[in-house]
């Protein structure tokens, strides 16, 4: 038996140290990164595929009276708008990318307050969008002068210590030329703001950084900037005639202009009432979606529609394809709101179907009437 197991035994010995010297499997491919030898192809993903979707929202105008900021004090002498957006708080936080048109300064508390003509906020304010969802802030409209360059500073330098990206209104001129783009899902979205002027307040000599003013000429050098970084592209834009449900032709001219421009979407602000949504064609064919107003969101205005906002919603798609990049916005939406009071204190946002449901109907026929007509004609 013995004479059995020893060559069986020398065998085995053999098999094994022939294995160990040149039977081990080749090393996966990821082993060999770094190799001054170049790792055979695998595989070729210069035609790689890729696809990402974001939802982008957006609200109208922070319009922060002395009603609303009186409300917000609490008894220790802070102020508190939290609660004001505790009904639509849920609803603004569900996107991936959220945009509010904060139209008054918030240059605090030492500037002391103030209100109509010449606003001056609280900080606190900015504190509560932050909480609600926002994301970033347009500040460029025509109260952004009213209370000098003190509450410009306050605003922007408190924006930027809570870490609330703004737009339209600047510190400084390299303020200005840092471009504003934030990247969600793989979707770089690049922000602009403007407005059509401030009230009849000269801009201090030399300080042009302190507000965006409709110009085209700068505009396009503008958007020729922001589109090296960005996919998409958002103007908001302070314009149109107060307290009027539809845009002027001025409006619409802009609209035109901006599409032509290469612009992916317009966010429109100042008449402090809903106007109309549509698809613009751009000279290159492309689409541009527009939002002529979004209306008052939080304000102590009342009655003739200027109580009434809403929640904007749009889905923006990516594709890369190879070398070819798609973008594409699409399924836009509106959520109507109201600002409800009790003689004038308890001031809350609410969504409009849960207190009138015919004039929720009523809003979205309003804001989709563009749209609907155009799809009718196809």
Avoid: C
Avoid at 173 to 197: M, P, S, W
Avoid at 234 to 258: D, I
Avoid at 285 to 309: C, H, M, P, R
């Amino acid at each position: 038996m013995k004479r059995v197991l020893l060559p069986l035994t020398f065998l085995l010995f053999i098999a094994l140290f022939l294995f160990l010297a040149f039977g081990q499997a080749t090393p996966p491919q990821e082993k060999v990164i770094g190799t001054t030898h170049a790792p055979k192809l695998l595989y070729n993903n210069s035609y790689k595929k890729f696809q990402t979707t974001a939802s982008f929202s957006a609200v109208g105008d922070i319009l922060l009276h002395s009603y609303v900021y009186k409300d917000a004090k609490t008894n220790e002498g802070s102020y508190n708008f939290s609660p004001m957006f505790s009904d639509v708080k849920d609803r603004m936080s569900s996107a991936d990318l959220t945009f509010a048109n904060q139209e008054t300064m918030i240059g605090g508390t030492e500037l002391g307050l103030s209100t109509y003509p010449s606003f001056n906020s609280p900080y606190e304010a900015a504190d509560a969008l932050k909480s609600a969802g926002v994301d970033i802030v347009g500040i460029a409209n025509n109260h952004t002068l009213d209370r000098g360059e003190a509450a410009i500073l306050n605003a922007t330098n408190y924006y930027d210590k809570i870490k609330l990206p703004y737009v339209g209104s600047y510190k400084s001129q390299k303020d200005q030329e840092t471009v504003r783009v934030l990247n969600v899902n793989g979707i770089r979205v690049g922000f602009l703001a403007y407005t059509y002027g401030t009230n009849g307040i000269p801009i201090p000599e030399g300080k042009n950084h302190f507000v965006n003013l409709i110009d085209m000429e700068k505009m396009k050098q503008d958007i020729k900037v922001i589109k090296k970084s960005s996919d998409v592209i958002a103007v908001s834009m302070h314009w149109g005639t107060e307290y009027q449900r539809q845009p002027n032709e001025q409006q619409k001219e802009l609209a035109q202009f901006l599409a032509d421009e290469g612009v992916h979407l317009v966010i429109g602000h100042h008449p402090h009432v809903l106007q109309p949504m549509e698809w613009r064609k751009g000279k290159n064919g492309n689409e541009t979606f527009v939002i002529y107003s979004l209306g008052n969101f939080l304000s102590a205005q009342e009655k003739d529609y200027k109580d009434i906002g809403g929640i904007f919603n749009l889905q923006i798609t990516k594709k890369l394809d190879g070398e070819k990049t798609e973008i594409l916005l699409h399924d836009p939406s509106f959520s109507p709101t109201i600002v409800l009071n009790k003689q004038k204190s308890e001031y809350q946002i609410k969504l409009l179907n849960t207190v009138n449901k015919q004039q929720n109907t009523e809003i979205e026929k309003h804001m989709f009437q563009y749209l609907n007509k155009k799809e009718n004609e196809n």
